[in-house]
């Protein structure tokens, strides 16, 4: 079993910044597929950004690319997600998620953005941006 804690989450003013994190712990031994999704009120949930532990390119949606960054480790074991420019649209709870992964070519292959894909997640952390 793999636990998932995030924190972070806040209130920001448009154009402001937020740093979300992850911490995992459990049965952690492999390489995971980890990701960080979003939920707005009244809509479903999408997949923010994703990565692979054993490395390589990472994933984002259209929606942040070229503001949000997904990172691990720093400290170990754990899962970030730093939002910069942040907009009011992207006001929502952030979960993040995982998934074993034995390969590169299994995090490829994952539909990207589909919570289906995604075993373990957290409990989520807020985020409002505010115009």
């Known amino acids: 079993q793999v636990q998932l804690v995030e924190s972070g989450g806040g209130s920001v003013q448009a154009g402001g910044s937020l740093r979300l994190s992850c911490t995992v712990s459990g049965s952690t031994y492999g390489t995971y597929c980890m990701a960080w999704f979003r939920q707005p009120p009244g809509k479903e949930r999408e997949g923010v950004a994703s990565l692979y532990t054993g490395g390589g390119p990472r994933y984002y949606a259209d929606s942040v690319k070229a503001r949000f960054t997904i990172s691990q480790g720093n400290p170990e074991n754990t899962l970030s997600l730093q939002m910069n420019s942040l907009k009011p649209e992207d006001t929502a709870t952030y979960y993040c998620?995982?998934?074993?992964?034995?390969?590169?070519?299994?995090?490829?292959?994952?539909?990207?953005?589909?919570?289906?894909?995604?075993?373990?997640w957290g409990q989520g952390t807020q985020v409002t941006v505010s115009s």
């Open positions: 998620a995982a998934a074993q992964c034995t390969s590169f070519k299994d995090f490829t292959s994952m539909p990207k953005g589909s919570p289906n894909s995604y075993t373990y």
